[in-house]
């Protein structure tokens, strides 16, 4: 019972702090809610663009894998790299010595 009637004094000495605010703070606060309204209002439909744009870049981009790799494995450079792994493999190799060597040269 005592709990009920704590919580009930709390209760009317926040009503008495609200209803005892100005005009001007009255004003402040609607206007910081509308502001936070309307930056929730532009956030969310940014979020949607976003979204939006992300999968069209998803889709966009699977596309142009599929055909690199389509472009890759009718290349003759992609068919001697099935046909001879490690022959490609050595040629890598050799090319990064090289290329190394060259670029340690001052």
Do not use: C
């Not at 509308?34 to 663009?49: F, G, I, N, P, R």
């Not at 050799?94 to 060259?102: E, I, M, Q, R």
């Amino acid at each position: 019972m005592a709990t009920t009637a704590n919580s009930g004094s709390q209760a009317s000495k926040a009503k008495a702090t609200k209803s005892s605010t100005t005009p001007i703070a009255d004003k402040v606060t609607e206007t910081l809610h509308e502001s936070v309204d309307t930056l929730a209002d532009h956030s969310a439909s940014m979020e949607q663009k976003l979204r939006e744009t992300a999968t069209g870049t998803a889709a966009s981009m699977s596309e142009k894998q599929a055909q690199a790799k389509q472009y890759w494995d009718a290349s003759t450079v992609g068919k001697y790299t099935k046909e001879n792994p490690l022959a490609t493999a050595g040629i890598a190799f050799a090319a990064g010595v090289l290329l190394t060597s060259l670029l340690k040269r001052k």
